[in-house]
């Protein structure tokens, strides 16, 4: 899909950093939102903090633009997401015959995934899968220069949570590797942890999706941009084990968020923060791009990764991106467009 630019050329440059949030084969979502705002010649990234999908969509993102500018980034992320989709052609994971008739993304009610829903929950992963085999590490590996990411002006933050400590891990561009971006997206029921330097490594959502707290320290930017794909809120009470679990995993990946969110909201509230730390968190401008389209979706199609699928989420995140540059565009670079003070309501 080649990006033809029509962001405003009359308007002054606004450093922007980026937080992507992780939720497997929903990072198409992401993508779409990227691809859309690389279209804007006066947005320009400062930072990107991402777990995940979202550390996987950053990287990426970050060689194709030191290759090629904007379209090189487009480009890449087109590229990376046709090969994780290439990838997945022959696995038996697929949505049933009716859910393809009737158009439903899901895979609840594919056998095949059923079975290892079930396997993941009985058996580790160092039992199923006991060579540690994971598709992804080549394709990183073959999409993504390293070295040339090392070297990138936009500074990279990706998470992943020590499996000793319980701790946040941050990875910056000169530590990153096919390693450092699975260890990122490692959920430890489907996975072996990923160990770097002696130290093993669970999926960076249990301790920050995305953190925030490396845009506010080690950027400039005073906006950052939240591209979510997580629900924080849901209706009803989930009533079946898959639904808790699934329910369970989306508090616990948000937790950490919501708290560093909260802090900007409870700083803003002080009369004098002075000049250090407190008044680089009251003076973040936080802006969300999100799809309630996404949220309807079912927990199993995160595994989902056919073309079509990954083409509809791409599709949603630019027309969700393109919505929120003609109702929020402006305000960019000037005031917060997310209300923060619910979260102070809720303490």
């Excluded at 000793?164 to 450092?180: I, K, M, Q, Y």
Aim: net charge negative; with cysteine; charged share 25%.
């Amino acid at each position: 899909m080649e990006a033809v630019p029509s962001g405003r050329s009359d308007r002054a440059s606004v450093l922007v950093d980026l937080a992507l949030q992780g939720g497997g084969s929903h990072g198409a979502f992401t993508w779409g939102v990227l691809d859309r705002l690389l279209e804007e010649s006066w947005l320009r990234i400062d930072g990107i903090s991402g777990t995940s999908a979202g550390a996987m969509n950053a990287v990426v993102l970050v060689d194709g633009y030191e290759r090629e500018g904007p379209r090189g980034a487009q480009a890449a992320l087109e590229s990376f997401w046709r090969r994780v989709s290439y990838s997945a052609r022959f696995s038996p994971i697929r949505r049933s015959p009716m859910d393809i008739l009737l158009g439903r993304w899901t895979l609840d009610n594919s056998p095949f995934f059923v079975v290892f829903d079930l396997a993941a929950r009985l058996f580790s992963p160092y039992d199923l899968n006991p060579r540690g085999a994971n598709p992804l590490r080549d394709i990183l590996a073959e999409c993504v220069d390293f070295g040339r990411v090392a070297k990138s002006s936009i500074r990279l933050f990706v998470t992943a949570t020590n499996v000793r400590t319980g701790r946040g891990r941050v990875f910056r561009n000169a530590e990153l590797s096919p390693d450092a971006l699975l260890a990122s997206a490692c959920l430890p029921t489907l996975f072996q942890a990923i160990e770097i330097n002696g130290e093993a490594y669970w999926d960076g959502g249990y301790s920050g999706n995305p953190t925030i707290t490396p845009l506010v320290r080690e950027c400039t930017s005073h906006d950052t941009l939240l591209i979510a794909v997580n629900p924080v809120e849901r209706q009803g009470t989930p009533r079946s084990a898959r639904e808790i679990l699934d329910r369970l995993n989306e508090v616990s990946f948000n937790a950490t968020l919501l708290k560093e969110l909260r802090m900007i909201a409870l700083l803003r509230q002080v009369a004098d923060v002075g000049t250090g730390e407190g008044a680089l968190w009251a003076g973040m401008r936080i802006h969300l791009i999100a799809s309630t389209a996404i949220d309807e979706l079912g927990a199993s199609s995160k595994f989902n990764a056919e073309w079509d699928f990954l083409s509809m989420l791409r599709d949603e995140g630019r027309r969700c991106a393109e919505s929120f540059l003609a109702s929020h565009g402006a305000s960019v670079g000037k005031r917060s467009t997310l209300d923060l003070d619910v979260l102070l309501e809720q303490v």
